[in-house]
Every structure is written in C-alpha cells, then in structure tokens.
C-alpha cells in the first residue's frame, strides 16, 4: 500500500463562510437586470475551467506513464529478461511477498486509530483502503479520497471537527516520515561507511533541519500566542515566495495555526507517541516489502545493501508528494529502477523487483478499496446519526 497521501488542511468547521457572508452581501445590493446573468457566467466559467484542467492533467498523467513503461523502461531490460526474474521465484519466496503486502497494508490502520478516539480498527479498513484506491486511480485523486473520508466518518457520527483533526495529524506525521527517511537514510550510509564526505554533511544538515521543524512545531503547541507568531512569520515567508508570481498575499494564517493547536494539544499530549510509532511502522512496512522482493528476485545484499535500498526508496517516496500521476504512476517505478540499477543490481532483477512491488503495494490496494467502498454503501450497522459517535475529551467536539 502507498502510504495515504497528505490531505489538504480543511477548512475549520464552525469557521464563518466567506463565500456566504460574500452572497449575503450581494443579496442587500439593488439588483440589476444583468447581476444574475453575470454570476451564472462566471460560474459556467469556472466549471468550464475545473473541468479543462482535470482533462488536461489526465492527458499528462496518461501521456508520462506511457512515456515510462514504453519508452523508458525498455532501455533497463527486456520484457523477456524481467519476466524471467519474475518466474524464477518460488511458491514459498511469492507466499512470504503477499503475507508481507497485506501486513503492509494493515498498518496505517493503526495511524487512523491513533489520531482519531473513538474509530474502530475495521472502519479505518474501509476508510482508509477506500480512499487509497481514489487516490491511486483517478487525477488529483487526493482531494477525492479526502472527501470520501469525510464522508464515511460523517456516516459514522464523528463530527466534521474530529475528523479534520485525525486527517491532519495524521497528514502532518507522513509528511514529517517522508522529509526523515531521506536525512535518516543518508545519514545511515555516512555512518556505515559509504563513500564521500558531501553525504555525511547533506545527513547531518538535513538533519539538523527536520529537528529545526519539529522544534518549530512543539513551540506552536507550547501556546496560543507563539502558535499566533508563527503562523503570522509563516505567512509572511509564503506571502514574500507567491509576490514573484503575482498572486495576493495569504492571510488569516496566525489564526489558522491558533485553531489547530487548540483542537490538537490535548489529543498530541496523550496519543504523539503512538501516532509517531504507528506512522513509522506504516512507512517502514512499505520498505520492507520492497527489500524482500529485491532479495526474493535475486539482487544480494552484496550487490546493493539495505542502507542503499533505504535511500533510493525514501527519495523516490518524495515523489509521490507531488501528484503529477495517481499514487505516482511511473514516477516512483523510474526513480527506483534507476536509483537501485545504479547502486548494482542487475538492470532485469532490478525492474523485475521493482514491478512486483507495485503491483503488491499500488495495484493491489486498488480492488481491495472498491470492495471496502461497496461495503460501506451497503453496511449499515455502523451508520449513526451525525454527531453521535462516541464522545471523547481528546478531541474538542463541533459540528
């Protein structure tokens, strides 16, 4: 299983809608002859857009996959050769892959758990395989599967505001596992030994910095005040980076920070722990899988080690950050190919591997989440009315 992806920060529940408060205005105004017209234009307008760029990003994404497996690929290995690596294993070697593919997909259960009191383990089955398989099939897939989310906890009574509270955290602990695997893993083949100096002071500097961000994160739980501080200096840096590309400056971001201390502290104080192992165990499981196919097709330790696979794999996860394809189709298949290749395993054994885990963690997420989806739209056991699922003092309750 790719590890879920980062949803997007929500709005806040309870928080006033701009856009209501924007046509209330409206409403108050005399009313020209033209002013609905108008407004029904714009809004063809936009639709017209939204759907232009969702075309024309699934043309991208078709177009780079085939470029990928067509075009570059072949240039690895022969179709023959990766097959044949692929055959070579055995009954026991494909049994082992599989018992090690569905662990892995168990394992960001226990996140969802962990960020979200009251959840149970088979509703973060459903929820969280139905919105990996969204976000592994369709474009921009991601804000999808974000919705599907919500809508499965608001059928299940957790309020809007614990359920943005759970997509958060959990969105902001796989980000903080996708910036540190990288550091931990250069920093590893530093240490064990590895040529060059350069990677020594790219781990220890990349190091330092994803200390400098968590520290910057507790400072903003610490209180309400520093939370206001630095959102504000935050929003400064993101306004300065947006002026080159004329777009406005952001705004309400020492609020925004404000909130989400005040709905997080009391859950981050119990449960960080936990949430922190649970998130580890997620990416480490994917990680895993990808080693036991290198070794089940035949690429030793001799020939790359598992410092060097760690490596490879945390870079090519930072791909999946930045959603040019679903679930970066293409992209991560690539950059592993050629990250690993390089190090020297066998070009064949190598793609061969590399395909297998895909298959195991990327294609086969995609059924089991259509089945779960199914089995939601059917079950109705679990279904509450809103706001009713069981309370809890580690997450203030909203509408």
Known sequence: MTTPHLPDIPASPGAPD????VSQERNNEPEGDLAPSLTTEQAEKAKRRARLRLVLSALFSIALVVLIFWKLLPQFASLSDIWASITAMTWLELTTLVIAALWNLTTYWFVMVATMPGLTYPQAAVVTQSSTAVANTVPAGG???IAVSYSMYDSWGFSRSRSSVSLLVSGIWNNFAKLGLPILALALLAFSGGPGGGRLVAGLAGLAGLIGAI???SLMLRTDELARRIGSGLGRVASAVRRPFGRPPVTGW???TSKFRSRTI???RARWHWITLATLVSHLSLYFVLLLCLRHIGVSNSQVSWIEVLVVFSFARLLTAIPFTPGGLGLVEAALIAGISGYGGSNADVAAAVLVFR???YVLPIPIGVVTYLFWKRNRSWRRAPGTAP????VPESA
């Open 266 to 268: 009391r859950l981050l």
């Open 254 to 256: 020492d609020h925004a």
């Open 215 to 217: 520290v910057i994160f």
């Open 18 to 21: 701009s856009s209501a408060q």
């Open 143 to 145: 804000a999808i599967g």
């Open 359 to 361: 298959a195991l963690t």
């Open 391 to 394: 309370r809890t003092d580690l």
